[in-house]
């Protein structure tokens, strides 16, 4: 337990409010992301709750949800708006996805996967796929050495490369 934190009140907390960020979660969400989202928005107040109101606690912890809801929508949307980008502006022998020669459900294997990666992944797989920038581009984007990005990329791409066979295992989709 992090030293400051009163697992007691926390628990209390937990009780008094959880049936009330499941319901908001349940009105936002498929009920496949439910407990995800119930699950951060506990473990941020974990983190913050000597930031929490006492008075509020309950308002305060739908807030936290709602802010978990819409990140995983903008998550969302990136992935969705990159398979997109890599199809339509990516020359279709340097991407290897080429309109409609691409199963849908490979598509779709790929958004998920894209989604399940950090934002640092995100970002420069975006960076380097559909916008086709440089190595030394990237790194005057994002303020870092070009050698770093080379790593970094490097790594990205294999953790998406990770993560769509992850999804095809757990999902079942051809690939």
Known sequence: MTPGHDE????????????????????CVPNSEVDDIVADTFVV?????ADMPDDWAR??????????V???RRTSRRATNFVEQLINLRPA????????????????????AFGTLKDSDQEIL??????DMSTQEIAVAL????????????????????????????????A
């Open 8 to 27: 007691a009140a926390f628990t209390e907390l937990y009780k008094a409010h959880y049936g009330a960020v499941r319901s908001y979660a349940s009105a």
């Open 45 to 49: 107040a974990w983190r913050r709750f």
């Open 59 to 68: 308002g305060w912890l739908i807030g936290v949800a709602r802010n978990v």
């Open 70 to 72: 819409r990140g995983r």
């Open 93 to 112: 022998d340097a991407s290897g996805l080429e309109g409609d020669d691409v199963p849908l459900e490979d598509l779709e294997v790929l958004k998920r």
């Open 126 to 131: 975006i960076l380097a796929g559909p916008y």
């Open 143 to 174: 303020g870092i050495k070009a050698n770093a990005v080379g790593v970094r990329l490097h790594r990205a791409r294999g953790r998406l490369r990770s993560a769509s066979e992850a999804q095809v295992q757990d999902g079942g989709e051809a």
